[in-house]
């Protein structure tokens, strides 16, 4: 007997040192404040948002969520801490659209976003929209195609770098439309639409920090890259109405190492899902120009997948590299 409690002991503080959170203490999480890394920079959309759902959580679970912004290296820095911390619900992930397309871009990757991150919760779908400067004669996607037809290699389209959103997004319309468009990679997304407004470059795949220079006439909107129209953009047509198969648009939620007690993941989800059923919360998200994505654990893993599967093959077409 003495024998058997002395393998049970054992048993019980392997698993306290594994990071195995017993169900008593998953019901009880979380009891001290919870870090939630942030692959972005403060101040743009992904990091907005990431705040209201650090802000959501903390009132409901009544424990501070801290969001630490750890950018560089394409969300690979934030990425890797997350895979390396203890498994116990007290360090997330904003995982991103960014994490799918980096699980082509990079070869040498020091972990598998898709095996070593566990997903908890999608958030939110994050539209993008095709702009140009003004001085392109083209009112529409299709008087674009023409243009661009026109002028082979003449047309720039930029990008806040290689392997970005906007990258990808831009040869994705290349290849559907039959274009040829040279890309110009910039360091960030405001020197890209500084260029863009200068007309420097003729063209971005922009998400929606372009949305007061449309609304004040210095930029102009050909299309939403979305499958529907948007409520902020309501007279925009969509990319696909014009070239068929066409959609594209990024997402953001949370995830957490691998190992993390499926009840806490499932308290996540649900207080997760709660916000996006909330007025006030889909209010911000809509001021941001993106729209509530509730998913299960289950549902936004395969989610998950197929996004990585789809791009991966857009990445591998256009032969895109990381910078």
Known sequence: MNSRRLVQSAAVVAAICNGIVSPASAQAYPVRPVHLIVGFAAGGTSDIVARLTGQWLAERL??????????????????????????????LLQVSSTNAYNATLYDNLNYDFIRDIAPVASIA?????????????????????????????????????????????????????????????????????TDLLGGQVQVLFSDLTSLQYIKDGRLRALAVTTATRLQVLPDVPTVGESVPGYEASGWTGLGAPKNTPAEIIDKLNAESNAALADSVFVSHLSDLGAAPFANSPVDFRHFIVEYTERWGKVIRAANIKAE
């Open 62 to 91: 009544g424990r501070p969520f801290v969001i630490e912004n750890r950018p560089g290296a394409g969300t690979k820095i934030a990425a890797e801490a997350v895979v390396n911390a203890p498994p116990d619900g007290y360090t």
């Open 125 to 193: 779908r994050l539209p993008f929209v095709m702009v140009v400067n003004p001085s392109v004669p083209a009112r529409n996607v299709l008087e674009f195609i023409a243009y661009a037809k026109a002028n082979p290699g003449k047309i720039n389209y930029a990008s806040p770098g290689a392997g970005t959103a906007q990258h990808i997004f831009g040869e994705m319309f290349k290849m559907l439309a039959g274009v040829d468009m040279v890309h110009v990679p910039y360091k960030g997304n405001t020197p890209a639409l």
